[in-house]
């Protein structure tokens, strides 16, 4: 389930037959609300309610957990958060309490009390930061970069292998959709996974196996990148299509949509093994940016870090986007810049300049598509 392989989680939960446990059932009824099934998810909660006589404290736990998450879909607010403070007052485990605010915070917003929400906010990140200082000690110092990757220029003379006339044309690269999190990369990604021709993964690390690889036969990332000869350039791209194979199978004519917002700090790898892939850079207010990316109940040690205040969160914020600037100047590519207001302000118009800039026509091979808020975008 955390790693998005829902399929596969259900079918986990749901082989066998019998009496499920009752963790079992309330484990398909979080996969069942994570996947929009929001009518199954409560028949599993109520069900799983029925079972929780002789419940263990972890198992009430995520029981009122459920029960805040769908509470909160039916804007429930009162409920949802009498089940998060029943949460806190079981003591939990520290991410279950981080969680259980990030709760109230989200409830708070939604009332507009935005000071209720600062406040739990700070809590959780309290937590949080916690939690990536045992991980990661070195990483939580105060003049630190959670994303290390932003740290890794190239010089103006480093770029010659933008031009290697033996890459992969445009459509034998993939679609890569970048961005600082919460511009609106999810919307985007969703947008081109309509269309027929397009398919998109999960969110994967992808180009950092690449650049792991790399390293590991003896070249310095990113200063190595020119020395590479065509074998080696063959071989990392390999490592990437392997690593795509593993979550996706591509239909014949069909193209990879690869949506990671942070591959803007890789743009590098992108151009050595792809010089010829189209990329849409995701663009939002970044106060709005920031705002929404500190309200994220992010995992990572690196997100946990980053977010644990709004400083360190703009600092890093600042960093990647000279990073794409200089970069951009430096390598030239062939970019697509998409802001996150215009789309909503406009959708058909901006799904004509997507469709133009891929060479599929815009509306009418999009087909009918509809605009979200991003969900981790």
């Known amino acids: 389930m955390q790693v998005g392989r829902t399929d596969e989680a259900e079918t ?11 963790s079992g059932t309330i484990r398909l009824a979080q996969l069942n609300e994570r996947t929009n099934r929001i009518a199954q998810a409560r028949e599993l909660l109520a069900r799983a309610q029925q079972q929780a ?9 995520d029981l009122l957990h459920l029960d805040a998450s ?6 429930d607010y009162a409920g949802a958060r009498q089940a998060a403070e029943a949460i806190i007052a079981l003591q939990p485990h520290v991410q279950a309490e981080a ?32 939690l990536a200082e045992d991980r990661v000690p070195q990483m939580a110092q105060p003049d630190a970069e959670p994303l290390k990757v932003s740290s890794k220029w190239l010089a103006a003379d480093e770029g010659g292998f933008r031009h290697d006339p033996d890459a992969p044309d445009e459509k034998a690269s993939p679609v890569f959709i970048v961005g600082f999190p919460r511009s609106g990369t999810t919307m985007l990604e969703q947008m081109l996974d309509a269309h027929p021709g397009y398919a998109s993964m999960d969110e994967r690390a992808t180009l950092q ?3 792991e690889r ?15 000869d065509a074998v080696a350039a063959d071989d990392l791209r390999a490592v990437y299509w392997a690593e795509v194979a593993k979550v996706i199978a591509l239909q014949p004519g069909q193209q990879l949509v ?17 010089p010829n892939a189209k990329i849409i850079l995701a663009l939002r207010h970044p106060c709005d940016v920031l705002l929404s990316c500190y309200m994220q109940n992010f995992r990572s040690p690196a997100f946990m870090v980053l977010c644990s205040s709004l ?19 430096l390598l030239s590519p062939d970019t697509l810049v998409l802001r996150y207001e215009d789309t909503v302000g406009d959708f058909p118009a901006q799904v004509d300049r997507i469709g133009a800039f891929l060479g599929i026509g815009g509306r009418h091979f999009l087909g009918e598509v509809t605009h979200e808020a991003p969900r981790q975008g």
Not at 12 to 22: D, E, M, P, V
Not at 70 to 75: G, N, P
Request: proline share 4%; with cysteine.
């Open 99 to 130: 969680n259980a605010h990030f709760t109230l915070a989200g409830i708070a917003d939604k009332l507009k009390d935005p000071a209720a929400a600062m406040a739990h906010l700070e809590k959780a990140h309290a937590i949080h930061f916690r």
């Open 311 to 329: 400083e360190r969160l703009a600092k890093s914020y600042v960093n990647a986007m000279r990073f794409w600037i200089h970069h951009q100047a």
């Open 209 to 211: 196996r690449c650049i």
């Open 70 to 75: 769908l509470a909160m879909r039916d804007k």
């Open 258 to 274: 690869d949506k990671n917002p942070l591959n803007m700090l890789r743009l590098p790898m992108i151009l050595r093994l792809f």
């Open 12 to 22: 986990l939960l749901t082989t066998g037959g019998g009496q499920a446990s009752l």
């Open 53 to 61: 006589t002789h419940a263990g404290r972890q198992e009430q736990i």
């Open 214 to 228: 790399m390293e590991n036969q003896g070249f310095d990332y990113p200063h190595g990148l020119d020395r590479l």
